[in-house]
């Protein structure tokens, strides 16, 4: 190979010949898919999971057409073990085509086909681009259509990719509770509207995430498992039109022992190629967790205010400089961070969302926009989560002062007040306070009717939980 590292060789299709390095595994569909439909510079061999997935599928294809007999056993022999090299990354830079190609999957499919025909070649002892032993089409895409493969490779990519951002949201979940945890004493102000409301724990606030990270977490796997069916079988509408008889059975029987995961045909062939709703369904899911996420996110941002003119009740790690003028600042850059990741997934929710509804009639050629902002916001919230969590989350300090004096500043100490001086009192007392623009607390303190100490601890009992 390395002999005809600098020449080039031809291939043709009815639309003309073109050359093509002679060390590339790659054949003439790929080349003219990347001509015509490069637009976002993504080529798909950047998504280690989609071609993971691809390999996944073409090995368990290969295997379930020997045993029915469209497939010799040279051939599957040669077809398996250049499906493990490239399900082990080793062609990835042959994975050219972009991924938001137009052409609903073909060119993606075909980049797969001659990547798998040109390696099997080699290892039959033949050379890359004359087909002779292993064609893209006869063998590799054999008992298939892109229109069952690519989504089947879309939905197995996609309930990989998941497991790692379920288990940052676990992590997220337990992070969160520790500071419930750490801070379960500490007096707050429970705020409504950004105004004065009732006395609780820091900790309770963090309890509160935490249940919300660990609901998140529940939901994403839930939805995970719905995509363990694929229409892989359907052939190009459902119908399995070119399947030979046994193969369907079979592949997914293959697929199994090759992933360690139970993938099933879908219940209806027809409805698998029809509608992509099962990733508008987890698209949904990773909006709900990245704007969920986002809002925790805003609180912080909120509460660590200041440290002199805000809330100042939290101090969040420094990271970085905040600015480049100001000497002395720092900026909630991590959760900014991760509000923004909000913002980027809502979007890709939004072209998911446009794609599902656009399909026509027995496919949806909208398939490679669905992937490309899938795994988009699944990569952005596994990562934007983890950094939340080591540069934010598990360094929070909680300012134990200020906490307590702006909840014993304000009003909020009203409620808890009420069993011991009844409704009646308290409401004149804080009508007085407020006329005088002076401190509720003073007022009990200078009438003698509750010292500081005593309403701080009636403040303090009002914040336990009845369990």
């Not at 709703?277 to 996420?293: G, H, I, M």
């Not at 003119?309 to 400089?321: M, T």
């Not at 004096?405 to 409401?427: C, E, F, N, Q």
Request: with cysteine; charged share 20%; proline share 4%.
């Amino acid at each position: 190979m390395s002999e005809q590292k600098n020449h080039q060789r031809p291939e043709s299709d009815y639309l003309g010949t073109v050359h093509i390095p002679a060390d590339a595994l790659y054949g003439v569909n790929t080349v003219r898919g990347v001509d015509n439909l490069t637009v976002s510079k993504r080529p798909i061999g950047s998504e280690r999971e989609f071609v993971r997935a691809f390999a996944f599928c073409k090995w368990a294809a290969a295997l379930a057409n020997r045993d029915v007999g469209v497939v010799d056993g040279a051939q599957c022999d040669a077809i398996v073990q250049a499906c493990r090299e490239l399900a082990d990354g080793q062609h990835d830079a042959f994975m050219i085509v972009d991924f938001m190609e137009g052409s609903g999957g073909t060119s993606s499919n075909m980049n797969v086909n001659e990547v798998i025909a040109n390696r099997a070649q080699q290892l039959l002892g033949s050379r890359p681009g004359i087909y002779d032993r292993v064609h893209p089409n006869d063998q590799i895409n054999r008992s298939q259509s892109t229109n069952d493969v690519y989504p089947a490779a879309m939905k197995i990519a996609a309930h990989a990719l998941l497991a790692p951002l379920v288990g940052e949201v676990e992590s997220l979940a337990a992070s969160l509770q520790g500071k419930a945890e750490e801070f379960k004493d500490v007096l707050h102000l429970g705020r409504t509207c950004l105004q004065d409301a009732q006395p609780m724990r820091l900790g309770q606030l963090f309890e509160g995430y935490a249940a919300l990270a660990g609901r998140l977490s529940a939901k994403l796997k839930a939805v995970r498992s719905e995509l363990e069916a694929l229409p892989l079988g359907g052939t190009a509408i459902g119908t399995g039109f070119g399947a030979p008889k046994g193969y369907k059975v079979r592949v997914y029987g293959y697929l199994a022992e090759i992933t360690g995961v139970d993938y099933r045909p879908a219940d209806n062939a027809f409805d698998a190629m029809q509608n992509l709703d099962t990733f508008t369904r987890v698209s949904a899911e990773l909006r709900t967790c990245a704007t969920s996420l986002a809002k925790v996110a805003s609180d912080l941002i909120l509460l660590s205010s200041g440290p002199n003119g805000g809330i100042a009740e939290l101090e969040l790690p420094a990271v970085q400089p905040g600015s480049s003028i100001m000497p002395g600042k720092i900026n909630p850059v991590v959760p900014m961070s991760m509000v923004q990741i909000g913002f980027a997934v809502v979007g890709n929710d939004v072209c998911i969302a446009q794609a599902n509804q656009a399909g026509q009639l027995e496919i949806n050629h909208f398939e490679p926009i669905v992937a490309d902002r899938l795994y988009d916001s699944i990569h952005l919230l596994r990562n934007g989560i983890r950094l939340f969590r080591e540069k934010c989350i598990n360094g929070i300090r909680a300012n134990v002062q200020v906490n307590e004096r702006h909840l014993m500043d304000s009003t909020a100490i009203a409620t808890a007040l009420i069993p011991k001086l009844g409704y009646a009192k308290v409401s004149a007392m804080v009508r007085e306070a407020a006329a005088q623009n002076r401190l509720l607390l003073e007022v009990l303190q200078e009438r003698g009717v509750l010292s500081r100490e005593d309403a701080v601890q009636l403040t303090r009992d009002s914040t336990m939980l009845d369990v």
